[in-house]
């Protein structure tokens, strides 16, 4: 669970990173000038959050009960 | 668990009447900023020293923008340190990694501070910024990426490296039990902890290697591709930017080591072996960026175009040449300092003794003599003639110049003292040489038909740094009032 959760965000994080920066803040067409869609800087900036915030998540998720 | 009264480790909690004056100092310090900005906030940014590039004859990027490169490259050393002490099992500098977190956080915040002051409309711009931006900018990288992505993975970095510690410090009594239980979020080190976090401090390592460089580099891109500027459009300017983030963080670094060394009663422990290690480092990283500033010198002066000529004389002999020689003088007699461990047993103690007296001496007179010069330079007094104001800052160099070698021998025989004596002078270069990176590319670098331009600081630019100066140490010396500068070890656990 902790690892699945943790790669999970990892590619989350780099998944978020990739399409805002290919695809969603205008980069390559000069038709446009504005991100296509509000605030796409700021997913990219939460791209890279989510990759490091998953490090957060392997340490502090606890571990399961042995019964 | 009994409820003794037991003394924190590393001098946390404890308030003496010594510090709470520092703090005080500190405080006023930072309120003194706080009035500048608010004037600058109230009167707009004509109260700055800058103006339009070309039309007004100014700069439009001063003293906030070269400090928000000093913040930056400050912060390096300290991931930096970590980092390899993770990645290299460097056991014996883990006294420093704590400290070399923290400088990190506290410069990136900094930097950002900054970035802040340095807006007509702060709120707008930040706004903006996450509205608008462009990730493929290099000024995203520097002031989006760098500041949230870098500082983030910082905190994330300092937390979990800080969980073992909090965990140990909240079996003991005191105020802060319920902060350290919050901080160690149910830490209890058992061996499957301990493994977990290993792994995860190593990838994470592996993580902001990569990301600091990338950060670093793009700030030296935000000056290094701007082809139309003359002195900016450089491919050194990125891996320059890097060396001399090293330079100013490591030197930084080594200033704080030496006061907890003197400071806390467990100073001991930041052993002499770290300011070798870190010494070599430093004068390493100093000696590649003098031949970087050399190798671009030369090939702007051989074959650069009229513009960056231009702008290569008023470094070397023109307005900015008190500066740009300062600056080199500084690198160059922090090497020389670092070095004097190097020669021979036999060569050091034949060295002859000055009393510490007159070093200190000489060096008060200088301080004096250039914050007289200061305070006219800012139009605040004007007490001499341009002709008495260059000979008494001539006077000043001399003065330091000789507090300097006077101290060479007492330099050679205490490496503590030499590596903080090298670590303020590269600072002062650092600082000097960011200065000479944003400045004069604006006001020799135009390649339009106008004039050379000016730009002076006003009180409120300085009082601004000053008052971020104060911030940062006021913000360090209060988190290592409340966690420990370094490791908790296993007796400090029994002791609870």
């Known amino acids: 669970m902790r690892t699945v959760l943790t790669i999970a965000m990892v590619l989350l994080g780099f998944f978020l990173q990739f399409i805002t920066y290919f695809f969603l803040t205008a980069p390559w067409d000069p038709v446009y000038s504005n991100p296509r869609i509000p605030f796409a800087p700021a997913l990219f900036i939460l791209g890279v959050m989510l990759v490091f915030l998953a490090a957060v998540v392997y340490e502090l998720l606890p571990d399961r009960q042995v019964q | 668990m009994a409820e003794q009264p037991h003394a924190l480790p590393y001098g946390v909690g404890r308030f003496s009447h010594r510090f709470l004056i520092l703090l005080a100092v500190l405080t006023g310090v930072v309120v003194w900023g706080l009035f500048a900005y608010a004037h600058q906030l109230a009167e707009g940014l004509v109260v700055k020293g800058l103006r339009d590039i070309g039309t007004m004859g100014g700069a439009?990027?001063?003293?906030?923008?070269?400090?928000?490169?000093?913040?930056?490259?400050?912060?390096?050393?300290?991931?930096?340190?970590?980092?390899?002490?993770?990645?290299?099992?460097?056991?014996?500098?883990?006294?420093?990694?704590?400290?070399?977190?923290?400088?990190?956080?506290?410069?990136?915040?900094?930097?950002?501070?900054?970035?802040?002051?340095?807006?007509?409309?702060?709120?707008?711009?930040?706004?903006?910024?996450?509205?608008?931006?462009?990730?493929?900018?290099?000024?995203?990288?520097?002031?989006?990426?760098?500041?949230?992505?870098?500082?983030?993975?910082?905190?994330?970095?300092?937390?979990?490296?800080?969980?073992?510690?909090?965990?140990?410090?909240?079996?003991?009594?005191?105020?802060?039990?319920?902060?350290?239980?919050?901080?160690?979020?149910?830490?209890?080190?058992?061996?499957?902890?301990?493994?977990?976090?290993?792994?995860?401090?190593?990838?994470?390592?592996?993580?902001?290697?990569?990301?600091?460089?990338?950060?670093?580099?793009?700030?030296?891109?935000?000056?290094?591709?701007?082809?139309?500027?003359?002195?900016?459009?450089?491919?050194?300017?990125?891996?320059?930017?890097?060396?001399?983030?090293?330079?100013?963080?490591?030197?930084?670094?080594?200033?704080?080591?030496?006061?907890?060394?003197?400071?806390?009663?467990?100073?001991?422990?930041?052993?002499?072996?770290?300011?070798?290690?870190?010494?070599?480092?430093?004068?390493?990283?100093?000696?590649?960026?003098?031949?970087?500033?050399?190798?671009?010198?030369?090939?702007?002066?051989?074959?650069?175009?009229?513009?960056?000529?231009?702008?290569?004389?008023?470094?070397?002999?023109?307005?900015?040449?008190?500066?740009?020689?300062?600056?080199?003088?500084?690198?160059?007699?922090?090497?020389?300092?670092?070095?004097?461990?190097?020669?021979?047993?036999?060569?050091?103690?034949?060295?002859?003794?000055?009393?510490?007296?007159?070093?200190?001496?000489?060096l008060i007179g200088a301080l004096l003599l250039t914050g007289l010069l200061a305070l006219q330079g800012l139009d605040l007094i004007s007490p001499f003639s341009a002709t008495t104001a260059r000979w008494l800052a001539s006077v000043a160099a001399v003065l330091a110049l000789l507090a300097l070698v006077l101290s060479l021998p007492y330099l050679s025989r205490n490496l503590v003292a030499a590596s903080v004596i090298a670590g303020i002078l590269v600072n002062l270069a650092a600082i000097g040489k960011r200065i000479l990176i944003v400045v004069p590319s604006q006001t020799h670098g135009n390649l339009l038909p106008y004039g050379t331009g000016w730009y002076q600081p006003t009180w409120s630019e300085i009082s601004i740094i000053v008052g971020l100066f104060a911030l940062g140490a006021l913000l360090y010396t209060l988190f290592f009032k409340i966690f420990p500068v370094m490791e908790v070890h296993a007796h400090e656990e029994g002791a609870a």
Not at chain 2, 117 to 125: E, I, M, S, V
Not at chain 2, 152 to 169: E, H, K, Q
Not at chain 2, 207 to 224: E, K, N, W
Not at chain 2, 319 to 343: C, H, N, P
């Open chain 2, 60 to 362: 439009t990027w001063g003293l906030y923008v070269a400090f928000v490169i000093y913040f930056v490259g400050v912060s390096f050393a300290g991931i930096t340190v970590a980092a390899l002490i993770r990645l290299f099992h460097l056991d014996h500098l883990r006294p420093v990694s704590r400290m070399a977190e923290a400088l990190t956080i506290i410069a990136l915040i900094l930097a950002a501070s900054c970035v802040v002051a340095d807006l007509g409309q702060p709120l707008r711009g930040i706004i903006n910024l996450f509205r608008y931006a462009r990730p493929q900018s290099p000024f995203f990288g520097t002031f989006s990426l760098v500041v949230s992505g870098y500082l983030f993975a910082s905190l994330v970095y300092l937390y979990l490296d800080g969980r073992r510690d909090a965990a140990l410090m909240a079996r003991r009594p005191s105020r802060l039990q319920g902060f350290y239980r919050l901080w160690a979020a149910g830490y209890r080190d058992t061996p499957a902890e301990r493994a977990r976090h290993e792994r995860v401090t190593l990838w994470l390592a592996l993580a902001i290697v990569p990301l600091l460089v990338t950060a670093h580099s793009t700030l030296g891109f935000v000056f290094g591709i701007q082809s139309g500027r003359p002195g900016w459009y450089s491919t050194l300017q990125a891996p320059g930017f890097v060396v001399l983030a090293g330079v100013s963080g490591i030197g930084l670094l080594l200033i704080i080591a030496a006061i907890m060394r003197v400071t806390l009663p467990e100073g001991k422990e930041v052993h002499v072996g770290i300011f070798r290690w870190l010494g070599t480092l430093l004068l390493f990283l100093t000696v590649v960026y003098l031949y970087f500033m050399v190798a671009e010198l030369l090939t702007t002066l051989y074959t650069g175009t009229r513009h960056e000529a231009e702008i290569s004389r008023s470094l070397l002999v023109g307005e900015y040449a008190w500066l740009f020689w300062g600056s080199v003088t500084g690198l160059v007699l922090g090497a020389l300092v670092l070095s004097l461990r190097f020669l021979p047993t036999n060569v050091q103690t034949r060295l002859p003794s000055v009393s510490p007296r007159w070093p200190v001496l000489l």
